[in-house]
């Protein structure tokens, strides 16, 4: 269950580095329902492209952990964040999902746009599964 639920993370977190150095290297496929719009489908961030690629760096060091904490990769970290990195991959997960209550996440106001559909149906959600994928393969660890 443990290399499972591990493999699931892994492959997540890589796909999703995968598309954010896409991005980094001048990709364009996607990219416009990825980021949030105001009512007037402005775009409210600007993301250049070493913002993707540290958000996709990030994302390789979760999955990184995911391996280590799951021993499918032997490498030893601090104690501290081996009983804490999943927790806090968690948390940040989680509060993506919950968003900022204006563009991003479950609770947010602008609901009309195309970023707002695809949130609720799909980045939300996944942010979700990712939390909870993270608890789980730490509870059972």
């Not at 493999?7 to 990825?34: D, E, P, R, T």
């Not at 904490?69 to 990195?85: H, M, Q, T, V």
Request: glycine letters at 6%; one cysteine or more; a positive charge.
């Amino acid at each position: 269950m443990k290399i499972l639920i591990a493999s699931l993370l892994s492959l997540i977190f890589v796909s999703l580095a995968a598309i954010h150095i896409y991005w980094g290297f001048g990709g364009k496929n996607g990219s416009a329902a990825s980021i949030p719009t105001n009512e007037n489908n402005k775009p409210v961030l600007k993301p250049r492209a070493i913002d993707c690629f540290v958000v996709a760096i990030a994302l390789l060091c979760f999955d990184v952990f995911v391996l280590i904490k799951a021993r499918i990769i032997l490498f030893g970290l601090p104690n501290w964040l081996l009983n804490y990195g999943l927790w806090a991959i968690a948390a940040i997960f989680f509060l993506r999902a919950m968003g900022d209550f204006k563009y991003v996440g479950f609770f947010k106001k602008i609901k009309t746009t195309q970023f707002a559909q695809l949130d609720i149906k799909y980045y939300s959600p996944l942010c979700l599964v990712i939390g909870f994928l993270s608890i789980i393969l730490e509870l059972i660890n």
